[in-house]
């Protein structure tokens, strides 16, 4: 974390945000492919009800497990549901997922951890005490504990997700407050008399999103895993309604007749976290260069 | 050393107490009434009475928080209400095959990942580090489940290689035959995750002064790699190492699933599906208790290696 020697700073022209952005994105051939696949999948999720070839829910007793064909590139379920209308619709809540609990995660973690870093004392024990009890679970298995008492459902999922994320988030927060805090503009807002909740609001919190900011983008592949698994394992999304992890789930029940919903979702999902774990490797090497390779 | 086990020990006891809290606490936070939950909304009030005097539901929650918690101690977790069954003969059921699955699948991914590790370390840059980078950024997006029902897929049904599920007769070989495709898949996980930790230690490592003191001296390649290299390098791959066995322990979940297979995993599942909870409970404990003892040995074996650790 410490900076030993400063470099002397030159003042010049500082890059847009936008420029910084596409440095990110398109900087290294594989962060590049990973954003043209990320972009790709954001399009058909956003336009699947114009772009698939079928209806998810429609069976139908006369085509059930047919191999690909020129009717159904990918075949069809054991229900007769057109394989790649159901990725397709699969790919909306794998996104949504992947996106809400990571930012709700990112909030309600960051609130604690600076609360527990900024206050000290008891409060900063008792926390720590759970974060670190939390941290010690992995979070599938975290997020299995949980569905179990909570079912299934969207915004049980939302939850599941989003408390096995918190932990990690409170943790980085916390001791980025601590450093902050030493900070002499924030023992200078403090002596000024500024009040508690605008000095964390205006002079902690903006200081420490870089990393907080970079966990998030690389937990957005995460929670689309985790979603993933939970529908698997029955604890998510439920059917009929298709998600990538479900149709799996349902790919395995009728193994001796088609083993392509299985092989088509299970690669959907392996592309799309390869693809945002290359991402978000690429938005921590430029906001946090601490932790860059 | 004996002091040092000691503490840590003493101190696993307000931990294993907090989660046993934390569990209690889940059960009862469900949403509605687990007699209703289980029995349907057609029970009739003499059902629901008979079901909570089983299950114990019909005192104060403070009674039955201790209750649970003198439970947990007696060994005493009650009985099934699918099965009927004793929740403590249903572990003892189950338990050794996700031991012998998590321990197969442990061994197989050293063994795979810590010299993949080495060699992407050792020639840096080159084509062998971008293979091992290649895999390991494949192992760390595939899904555990997806990969095992790929190899039950091609090993199992079309090569016929491997039986398709179950945990195998009780002799050694049947149960190595049953075990194998699960393993191979938590353990290609496992390796893609060891790979990369031991190439980012090893090449910390080989940036010290220590290793251009060794070079310097003429020993040979290989001593410094692995006599000076790869043993200072211990200390973080252990971590990953205990990381990775809890990993490893929740893909079991999935992969008992897809295997059919016995295990801890598959009886939570299955007793979530059903809405049984006293399995559900026992799952749990048993799970919230691997996390512990895991944490605990991992913090014993620091000190083992590495000698400077030691109890603050």
Redesign the interface.
């Known amino acids: 974390m410490s900076v030993v020697a400063q470099e002397p700073v030159t003042p010049g022209p500082q890059p847009g945000p936008l420029t910084t952005l596409r440095t990110i994105l398109f900087g290294r051939p594989e962060a590049k492919f990973a954003t043209v696949v990320v972009a790709l999948f954001i399009i058909i999720a956003a336009i699947a009800p114009w772009i698939a070839p079928y209806d998810p829910l429609t069976q139908s007793i006369l085509a059930i497990n047919k191999p690909p064909s020129t009717e159904h590139w990918l075949g069809t379920d054991l229900y007769g549901r057109d394989v790649l209308s159901r990725l397709i619709y699969g790919s909306r809540n794998s996104l949504l997922f992947g996106f809400i609990s990571p930012v709700l995660a990112a909030f309600f973690g960051t609130l604690l951890g600076v609360v527990a870093g900024y206050f000290g004392g008891i409060i900063d024990r008792v926390i720590s005490?759970l974060v670190d009890?939390l941290l010690?679970?992995?979070?599938?298995?975290l997020a299995?504990?949980?569905?179990?008492?909570?079912g299934g459902g969207f915004w049980n999922i939302i939850t599941v997700i989003t408390i096995a994320f918190v932990p990690g988030f409170a943790r980085v927060a916390r001791a980025q407050t601590l450093a902050v805090k030493q900070d002499p503009f924030v023992e200078a807002a403090i002596s000024m008399g500024v009040r508690t909740p605008v000095i964390i609001v205006r002079h902690i919190v903006p200081n420490i999103m870089a990393p907080i900011v970079a966990l998030m983008t690389l937990w957005v592949?995460s929670a689309i895993?985790l979603e993933?698994?939970l529908s698997?394992?029955?604890?998510g999304t439920q059917p009929p309604n298709p998600s990538w992890?479900n149709i799996?789930r349902d790919?395995?029940q009728s193994?001796?007749g088609s083993?392509w919903p299985?092989?088509g979702?299970?690669a959907a999902?392996?592309?799309v976290?390869?693809s945002f774990?290359?991402v978000g490797d690429a938005v921590r090497d430029a906001l946090d260069p601490s932790t860059a390779? | 050393m004996l002091r040092n086990l000691f503490v840590r020990l003493i101190d696993t006891i307000p931990t294993l107490f907090l989660v046993l809290t934390l569990v209690f606490v889940a059960m009862r936070i469900l949403p509605g009434d687990p007699a209703v939950a289980v029995l349907g909304d057609t029970a009739t009030p003499e059902q629901l009475a008979v079901y909570r005097e089983q299950m114990g539901l019909n005192v104060p929650v403070w009674q039955q928080y201790l209750d649970f918690l003198w439970g947990t101690v007696t060994l005493d977790l009650g009985r099934s209400y699918a099965t009927g069954m004793p929740v403590t003969e249903l572990i003892a059921r189950n338990l050794p095959y996700t031991i012998e699955l998590t321990v197969v699948a442990m061994i197989l991914g050293s063994i795979v990942g810590i010299p993949l590790g080495v060699i992407a370390a050792t020639h840096r840059n080159k084509a062998p580090d971008s293979g091992v980078r290649l895999f390991s950024l494949i192992g760390y997006a595939i899904p555990d489940f997806y990969l095992a029902a790929l190899l039950l897929i091609v090993f199992g049904l079309n090569l016929k290689w491997f039986p398709l599920s179950g945990g195998g007769d009780p002799n050694f070989l049947d149960q190595l035959h049953h075990v194998v495709l699960p393993a191979v898949t938590l353990a290609f996980v496992k390796a893609a995750f060891l790979g990369r930790l031991t190439r980012t230690s090893l090449l910390e490592v080989f940036g010290k002064d220590y290793i251009r003191t060794a070079r310097a001296k003429g020993a040979t390649e290989n001593r410094v790699i692995y006599r000076h290299g790869l043993r200072n390098a211990m200390l973080p791959i252990a971590t990953g190492l205990g990381l990775s066995t809890l990993a490893t322990l929740s893909g079991s979940v999935a992969v008992e699933l897809v295997f059919n297979r016995p295990g801890i995993g598959r009886l939570l599942i299955d007793a979530i599906a059903q809405r049984d909870y006293s399995v559900i409970q026992g799952g749990v404990l048993v799970f919230a208790i691997f996390v512990v003892v895991i944490n605990l040995v991992m913090d014993l074996l620091y000190v083992l290696i590495d000698p400077r650790v030691r109890v603050q």
């Open positions: 005490r009890l010690a679970f992995p979070e599938l298995l299995i504990l949980i569905a179990a008492a909570l592949a895993r993933a698994s698997f394992l029955g604890l992890g799996i790919g395995l193994l001796f083993p299985i092989i979702a299970g999902i392996t592309l976290v390869l774990n290359l390779r």
